[in-house]
């Protein structure tokens, strides 16, 4: 997992908005569901809020 190299799309909060917005920071290009869910694991650990979606059907 380390060193490895990832798309990234970066969304900055909407401060015109009635509730509170945040940063959001997607990560793609994985090899596999299983890989994603290693590292949305890791930052739930660190206590960062993740979940893995996926654009294509899951194989």
């Given at each position: 997992?380390?060193?490895?190299?990832?798309?990234?799309?970066?969304?900055?909060?909407?401060?015109?908005?009635?509730?509170?917005?945040?940063?959001?920071?997607?990560?793609?290009?994985?090899?596999?569901?299983?890989?994603?869910?290693?590292?949305?694991?890791?930052?739930k650990q660190n206590k960062q809020p993740c979940f893995v979606v996926?654009?294509?059907?899951?194989?």
């Open positions: 997992m380390k060193g490895q190299t990832y798309q990234t799309t970066i969304t900055e909060p909407v401060e015109d908005t009635v509730k509170p917005d945040f940063y959001r920071l997607q990560l793609g290009n994985f090899a596999d569901k299983p890989e994603a869910t290693k590292l949305c694991q890791f930052l996926s654009s294509e059907s899951d194989k």
